[in-house]
């Protein structure tokens, strides 16, 4: 990277990624939030990470005292020692003359204030926390936006990098964005239910190419944490070449020889059909391969998963004792999409997964507060997983016969590269469980539909069966013998 590109850490790795590798030094930036978002804590990180570095770090608070910013720290388990703060929240007694009104002296006041410790200190960074407690001293945009270009100057000539923390309150006048080098806004949104979500976006950065779009972030012990939304335009190295085995020779015939690498399988059916069974048999598949594979749950407990697989005759403990399987219980009310998103991507790239279950996209499709772009956020994360040779299952259930309610409006066979599709069909008084593969993208497939039954030795496939009737109605009747059943 030449010098003019030279980039500095933020502290916070996620941004870092964002910026597409931190800041431009010597610049001002502003950070933009409504109240609660985290901004001063974002401006901490960004102090702490300078005194990391062993740079000059000045941090100016015109909203809290510093005995309230040493207890925010705390709450992280930070030690600020070393940090140079200031209080100008109080900037000494102001009094009224006939020339100037009372709230332009008090701003005047606190910028030769702030201008003078920049001059003693001569910081390497600069945090500057809040522009709103300025901007509520001054009457008038114009002479509110030569204050700023004063810090801006002075940030310039010292070679200073300046995060600036603001409120969106205010006309637009007094908000001098065109003077920043970039603008990181925070977002905050409530919900009917469950903890706040909160996201980041970048309004404008100039000279460096930088991750758009927004990104969700969490406030916990310990700080921000910033979770980049996967970009699934980048190129990766691709996956190896071949099909992957199910373990039921049965079901790979019916699918053309097995599902390929780095594609997605959609298995879609109502509650009961043995879809999660199915994810269980392709993950301990992998395992006995010496593939490493993980099964997100949303909508039952490790615990159940465990006891039905281990009636139906499937030893998890051998896999999750080699660590070739992991099982990971996901609350959708507590975990953002962007958070599930970076979990799965450090899975990937960091643990040599291959093999990676959605059970099921119900329960993560409550994750997501945009229900108009739930199918392109998922789409997104499979094209992603596909790019770096990973085999992604997601399950889907669809409405029962029994119940007729409405579905998720979810296109799998948009958002999956193969399709198997489970139903009930019923034959001789009782209900039969059958199977075919609707959708295949890269490659031929069965169009028959199969029998299969869950037992105490795992899924058992049968032969094809073509004498059926009503198949378009969901709820398929066989007319053939009945010896071919199983």
Not at 212 to 223: F, K, N, T
Not at 306 to 322: F, H, T, V
Not at 387 to 398: M, S
Not at 411 to 420: G, K, W
């Amino acid at each position: 990277m030449s010098p003019a590109l030279t980039l500095i850490p933020s502290g916070i790795p996620g941004l870092d990624d964002i910026l597409g590798g931190g800041l431009r030094p010597g610049h001002l930036y502003f950070v933009e939030g409504t109240a609660g978002t985290g901004k001063t804590t974002l401006g901490l990180q960004f102090a702490r990470e300078g005194l990391h570095q062993g740079e000059s770090v000045l941090f100016v608070s015109l909203a809290e005292s510093v005995g309230e910013l040493h207890s925010i720290a705390e709450s992280h388990g930070w030690d600020l020692t070393g940090l140079e703060m200031r209080d100008l929240a109080a900037a000494g007694s102001v009094h009224s003359t006939a020339l100037f009104e009372l709230s332009e002296v008090e701003l005047g006041d606190r910028v030769e204030a702030l201008l003078a410790e920049m001059d003693a200190i001569k910081p390497q960074r600069l945090v500057l926390d809040t522009l709103a407690a300025l901007r509520a001293l001054s009457m008038q945009g114009g002479e509110f936006r030569r204050h700023v270009e004063r810090f801006r100057s002075k940030a310039q000539a010292l070679g200073t990098t300046m995060l600036v923390t603001d409120e969106l309150t205010g006309s637009a006048e007094l908000h001098p964005r065109s003077l920043a080098w970039g603008v990181i806004q925070l977002e905050q949104r409530i919900g009917d239910y469950g903890p706040p979500r909160r996201r980041l976006w970048l309004p404008k950065l100039r000279g460096q190419t930088y991750r758009g779009g927004y990104h969700d972030l969490r406030i916990l012990s310990g700080g921000l944490q910033v979770f980049p939304r996967l970009d699934s335009s980048t190129v990766a190295g691709g996956s190896e070449p071949g099909q992957i085995a199910s373990g039921v020779d049965a079901l790979d015939t019916l699918l053309g020889g097995g599902v390929q690498r780095g594609t997605s399988l959609g298995i879609i059916g109502p509650p009961g059909c043995g879809k999660s069974t199915l994810v269980c048999t392709y993950a301990l598949a992998a395992a006995a391969r010496g593939e490493r594979a993980v099964l997100y749950l949303f909508d039952e407990s490790i615990e159940t998963l465990k006891l039905r697989a281990q009636s139906q005759g499937m030893d998890l403990d051998q896999a999750l004792a080699s660590e070739l399987l992991l099982l990971r219980q996901v609350d959708p009310a507590e975990l953002s999409p962007g958070e599930l998103a970076q979990e799965l991507a450090l899975e990937v790239s960091e643990r040599g997964t291959r093999i990676i279950g959605l059970d099921s996209l119900n329960g993560y499709l409550q994750a997501m507060p945009d229900e108009h772009f739930m199918s392109l956020h998922i789409h997104g994360l499979l094209t992603w997983l596909g790019k770096h040779g990973v085999l992604t299952l997601v399950t889907l259930a669809q409405p029962s016969p029994l119940t007729r309610q409405e579905g998720l409006a979810v296109d799998l066979s948009y958002i999956t590269d193969a399709v198997i599709a489970q139903r009930y069909f019923e034959a001789y008084g009782s209900f039969r469980y059958a199977l075919s593969v609707i959708k295949k993208r890269y490659g031929d497939h069965e169009r028959a539909i199969r029998e299969f039954r869950i037992g105490s030795t795992g899924i058992v496939v049968g032969e094809p069966l073509s004498e059926f009737r009503g198949i378009l109605s969901g709820v398929p009747e066989y007319v053939g013998k009945s010896q071919p059943l199983l």
